[in-house]
């Protein structure tokens, strides 16, 4: 029995330096924030672009379509969306080659689709 206390003595001791050792418990979780960047979506079918991203910062989201010549032919801006979606049709588009650019906080991303 009294083999049987000491174990429980030094158990318990051991147990409360631990809880000492690592610093007070905390009442609260800590949360640790991540930052996650995702790229739009391109996907090109026949004469159209779809183009798709999640914007879960819902900041402002700038579309621009430029052609050969750098001369902007469409622009658009989307604010305070999550999901920011635009279908390019350029079936009745000059031949030409475009470049399609999205532009968030998080950085300029840009597709090309050639008309022939």
Known sequence: MKSVLNYVTVAAFLLGTLGHANGPAKSEVEKNLIRIELDPVFVKKGDKLFM????????????KVYDSENRVVFIETVDGKL?????FNFESAF????????????????ETFEVK
């Not at 819902?58 to 579309?63: A, D, F, G, I, W």
């Not at 999901?83 to 279908?87: H, I, L, N, S, T």
């Not at 999205?102 to 300029?108: I, L, M, P, Q, R």
């Open 95 to 110: 031949e030409d080659e475009y470049t399609v650019v999205v532009k968030n906080e998080s950085g300029t991303y840009s």
């Open 83 to 87: 999901v920011v979606e635009k279908a």
């Open 52 to 63: 798709n991203l999640l914007n879960l910062s819902q900041e402002k989201v700038t579309l």
